[in-house]
């Protein structure tokens, strides 16, 4: 096991929640289940909800060992650390996914409001199929019912920034997930 850091860039870090190293094994072996269940796809897209998503898919798709392409959309939902259930596009995609295996890559599934919505959206569009990648998964707050096909981790309820994760922005650079101590935290 490496070193695990004692000191934190950021003042309202509470603790390690998921290291580094662990995720390095998480996600190439997702990258490996993509390579299996992808082998007869000749048009792959990783569809990447910004800007969360960043570090996760750019680290997965060196694992996948298939012809891809990647897009991204912007999406909002949240204010500060709660869902407002309301989902707004920011910005679009720009490839045409009709007739695409599309994997839509989001960095944490929490009430589950906006993969339910950008699933639904990105169905009319008519992929040639569409499955939904997570890095991470807080089962426990799910409002709507949705399917995850690839997760990389479950987490209980804890507002966790790091690995592509903000709070208001900061905390993306963080090589690994940590939970966030709220007493600590000034916006
Ligand atoms: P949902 O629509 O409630 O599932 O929220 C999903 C979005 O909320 C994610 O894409 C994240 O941007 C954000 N989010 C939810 N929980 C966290 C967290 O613990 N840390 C950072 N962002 C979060
Ligand atoms: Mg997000």
Redesign the pocket.
């Given at each position: 096991m490496k070193p695990q850091p004692t000191t934190f860039p950021y003042p309202f870090i509470g603790r390690i929640i998921i290291s580094q190293e662990e995720i390095e094994e998480r996600v190439s072996q997702l990258g490996e289940l993509i390579t299996r269940d992808y082998q007869d796809s000749q048009r792959l897209l990783l569809l990447g909800?910004l800007r969360?998503?960043v570090m996760f898919i750019t680290d997965l798709m060196r694992k996948i060992q298939r012809p891809l392409t990647m897009d991204f959309m912007s999406?909002?939902?949240?204010s500060g650390?709660e869902?407002s259930?309301f989902?707004r596009i920011d910005s679009d995609h720009k490839t045409n996914i009709h007739g695409w295996d599309v994997i839509l890559i989001?960095?944490?599934?929490?009430?589950?409001?906006?993969?339910?919505?950008i699933r639904k959206l990105l169905l009319d569009r008519r992929p040639r199929s569409l499955r939904v990648c997570a890095f991470?998964d807080?089962v426990d707050?799910?409002?709507v019912d949705i399917a995850i096909d690839y997760c990389g981790f479950t987490?209980p309820d804890?507002?966790?920034?790091g690995y592509g994760?903000?709070?208001d922005e900061k905390?993306r650079n963080l090589p690994y997930i940590a939970s966030?101590d709220l007493e600590k935290y000034q916006a």
């Open positions: 909800l969360g998503s999406v909002s939902s949240y650390s869902s259930g989902v989001d960095d944490i599934v929490d009430s589950g409001y906006t993969i339910h919505t991470l807080k707050k799910h409002k987490i804890y507002f966790v920034v994760l903000d709070i905390g966030v």
